[in-house]
C-alpha cells in the first residue's frame, strides 16, 4: 500500500484540516470529469481517494501510524450523485460530500433512495412593446401576447395520460441512479432509462406527450406609466415561465420601445424643441410661440441678439418623471432663419445695416 501522507503531500502531524485541503486540491486535479480517457489521472486520483478515506479515518489512521496498514471498512454511503466502490464492497463516501457541489451532485441521498426532485423557479420571459412618442408621455394601459411554457392543461404537468401516473422507473427501482463498472471501482450515474428522474411514462399525455408542459400564448393587460423611456423595463410578478417540480413561476419583464417624436427630442426628462425666429427678431428681440407635448402652447421670450443654437428653458413643461411626481423641463433651441431670397426693400435696408456697421 503507497505510503498515504505522501500520496496527500502532508506530513505524518498534519491536522484533519490540512488533510482534507490537500485532498480537495488533488481530487479537483485529477477527477475523471476533468480528465476523460487519462488513465493516469484515474489511478491518481483513486489513490488519492484511498489515502484520504485513510486518513480521514481517526482509527484507520492511528492504525497505520502503528502498523503501516489499514484494516476494516471504510466510511460509507453515496453521495453528490455518484459513489465510488472497490470489488471488496469498500464505500467512499467522502467524495460526494466534498465533490458533489464542485461537479454537480447532491441529487441522490446518503440511504442510495431517490431523493424527492428539487422544486425550481420557472424561466423569465422578455417581451417588447410599441409605443407612440405621445403614448409614452401619457401612460396608457396596453394588452400584449406573450408565448409562454406553461403547465400541460391536460395532465395538469404530471406528463402522463389523465388516468394513469408515472410508475417507479423498473431499470434503477425509483433510486434514479444505476452503477457502471470502472474495472476496480463501480461509478453510480443518472439511470438512462428515467434519466435521473426515478419513474418513467408509459402512458404519456396525448396533449403534451410526456413532456408534462406546453407552450401557450397568453395576453396580459400591462399598464405603461406616463413618463416611460425607450427601454423602460416593467416587471409582472409571477407571469413567467411555469417552475418544476412544484416550484414558482417566473417573471414577465415588459419592456418599452419608444417611436421618435417629429417635434420633441428627449433628454432625460426634459424635451428639446427648435423654434425657428427671422435673422431679424434674433437681433431685435421678440415672443415666440412653442408647442408642449401635452397640447397647447407657450410664449418664450426670445431676447435680443439671440444666437442660432441658443437654448431657452421653460420649467415644468417636459417628460413627466417615473420617480416622483414633477416633470422635466421645455427647453427650446433657437434656429434662425436666413431668407434665401431678398426683396428690393429688403436689400436696401440690409445694405444700410451693413454701411452703419463699419
Known amino acids: 500500500m503507497k505510503n498515504p501522507y505522501e500520496t496527500l503531500g502532508v506530513p505524518k502531524n498534519a491536522s484533519a484540516d ?9 481530487a479537483r486535479q485529477y477527477h475523471p470529469d476533468k480528465n476523460p480517457g487519462d488513465k493516469a489521472a484515474e489511478d491518481r486520483f483513486k489513490d488519492v481517494q484511498n489515502a484520504y478515506d485513510l486518513l480521514s479515518d481517526p482509527e484507520k489512521r492511528e492504525q497505520f501510524d502503528r ?63 410599441n409605443l407612440s412618442f405621445e ?66 411514462i408509459e ?26 423611456k425607450d427601454g423602460t423595463r416593467i416587471r409582472l410578478k409571477g407571469k413567467g415561465e411555469a417552475g418544476w417540480n412544484g416550484g414558482p413561476a417566473g417573471d414577465l419583464y415588459v419592456v418599452t420601445r419608444i417611436e421618435p417624436s417629429k417635434t420633441f427630442h428627449r433628454r432625460g426628462d426634459d424635451l428639446l424643441v427648435d423654434v425657428h425666429v427671422p435673422f431679424a427678431d434674433a437681433a431685435l428681440g421678440t415672443t415666440a410661440t412653442v408647442p408642449t407635448p401635452v397640447g397647447g402652447n407657450v410664449s418664450v421670450k426670445i431676447p435680443a441678439g439671440s444666437t442660432d443654437g441658443k437654448l431657452l428653458r421653460v420649467r415644468g413643461k417636459g417628460a413627466p418623471q417615473l420617480k416622483g411626481s414633477g416633470r422635466g423641463d421645455l427647453i ?27
Open 67 to 129: 502498523f503501516g496498514a489499514a484494516n476494516g471498512r471504510g466510511p460509507g454511503g453515496p453521495g453528490g450523485g455518484f459513489t465510488w466502490t472497490t470489488a471488496e464492497g469498500f464505500d467512499f463516501g467522502d467524495l460526494g460530500d466534498l465533490l458533489g457541489g464542485m461537479f454537480g451532485g447532491g441529487r441522490f441521498g446518503a440511504s442510495g433512495r431517490r431523493a424527492e426532485p428539487r422544486a425550481q423557479r420557472g424561466n423569465d420571459v422578455e417581451v417588447q412593446v
Open 135 to 200: 403614448d409614452a408621455l401619457r401612460g396608457v394601459e396596453t394588452k400584449i401576447p406573450v408565448a409562454l411554457e406553461v403547465a400541460c392543461r391536460t395532465c395538469g404537468g404530471s406528463g402522463a395520460k389523465p388516468g394513469t401516473a408515472p410508475k417507479v422507473c423498473p431499470q434503477c427501482g425509483g433510486r434514479g441512479v444505476v452503477a457502471e463498472s470502472q474495472g476496480f471501482f463501480a461509478l453510480s450515474q443518472p439511470c438512462p432509462r428515467c434519466r435521473g428522474n426515478g419513474t418513467v
Open 18 to 26: 490540512e488533510i482534507k485541503k490537500a485532498y480537495r486540491k488533488l
Open 203 to 228: 402512458d404519456p399525455c396525448p396533449t403534451c406527450h410526456g413532456a408534462g408542459r406546453e407552450r401557450r400564448t397568453k395576453r396580459y393587460t400591462v399598464k405603461i406609466p406616463a413618463g416611460a
Open 332 to 358: 427650446a433651441r433657437v434656429k434662425i432663419d436666413v431668407p434665401k431670397k431678398l426683396s428690393k426693400k429688403e436689400r436696401e435696408l440690409l445694405e444700410q445695416l451693413k454701411e452703419a456697421q463699419r
